[in-house]
């Protein structure tokens, strides 16, 4: 069955700091994987997804990159936070094709400080 | 691209009535549409869909309607247990690559 993991589950960073959250897909092959950001505990808003090893969509300019290293592997990352980076992130995979929907990750709050 | 609102932001049910949540969506060519349950600190996680070419799904307690004419589809949930409150999200994809979410529900199951 597929899995997938996430990590860490909290993390409180300083403003200035670097960012990266990993996740990672176990059991399947080729999926479409995502980062969402929900700020306030409420509304999802998609960050980056991608489709294939190196190729990232980003959906929202902001301080945050994506990179997708191995097929099933994908990192968010910051060079400097800020304070409005606070949120709590989610990781979400799909197989490919229409019509499945997401299986997303525990997700990890981030706090900047 | 696709809009999606949600209707109500919170609600509050007594144990055992029914929960029945509203999305609507602004392209027609919109053609899957999950529902999603998030408990808190957790991830999202799907707890029911359908797709345009059916007009209802039921699992046990929980069903969802769609109506393409008017673009709109709804969650309804029997029988409320105090575990099934969480915030639930709808979503509406046209590709199956991107999903568009609703701005969540807040539901309350009071004992």
């Known amino acids: 069955s597929q899995t997938i993991h996430q990590w860490p589950a909290t993390l409180v960073q300083p403003v200035g700091s670097p960012l990266s959250l990993e996740c990672t897909v176990e059991?399947?092959?080729?999926?479409?994987l995502y980062w969402y950001r929900q700020a306030a505990g409420r509304g999802l808003q998609l960050l980056f997804y991608?489709?294939?090893?190196?190729?990232i969509s980003s959906e929202v300019p902001q301080n945050l990159s994506a990179s997708r290293p191995q097929d099933r592997q994908f990192i968010l990352s910051s060079k400097k936070l800020l304070l409005s980076d606070s949120g709590f992130y989610l990781c979400?995979?799909?197989?490919?094709?229409?019509?499945?929907?997401?299986?997303f990750g525990s997700g990890t709050r981030l706090t900047v400080v | 691209g696709e809009n999606v609102e949600q209707h109500p932001s919170t609600l509050s049910v007594q144990e055992g009535d029914s929960a029945v949540i509203k999305c609507t969506y602004s392209?027609?060519?919109?053609?899957?549409f999950p529902w999603y349950k998030q408990e808190l600190g957790k991830g999202p996680q799907l707890i029911i869909d359908?797709?345009?070419?059916?007009g209802e799904k039921k699992d046990q307690r929980i069903a969802v309607t769609l109506n393409k004419t008017a673009k709109h589809f709804s969650l309804h949930i029997t029988e409320t247990q105090p575990e099934d409150s969480a915030v639930y999200f709808c979503?509406?994809?046209?590709?199956?690559?991107?999903?568009?979410f609703g701005t969540g529900t807040s539901l309350t199951v009071i004992p």
């Open positions: 979400a995979w799909k197989g490919q094709g229409r019509n499945y929907g997401y299986t």
């Open positions: 059991g399947t092959s080729n999926p479409n």
């Open positions: 991608s489709v294939g090893i190196g190729q």
């Open positions: 392209d027609s060519a919109s053609n899957y």
């Open positions: 359908i797709r345009s070419n059916v």
């Open positions: 979503a509406a994809s046209i590709t199956g690559n991107q999903f568009y």
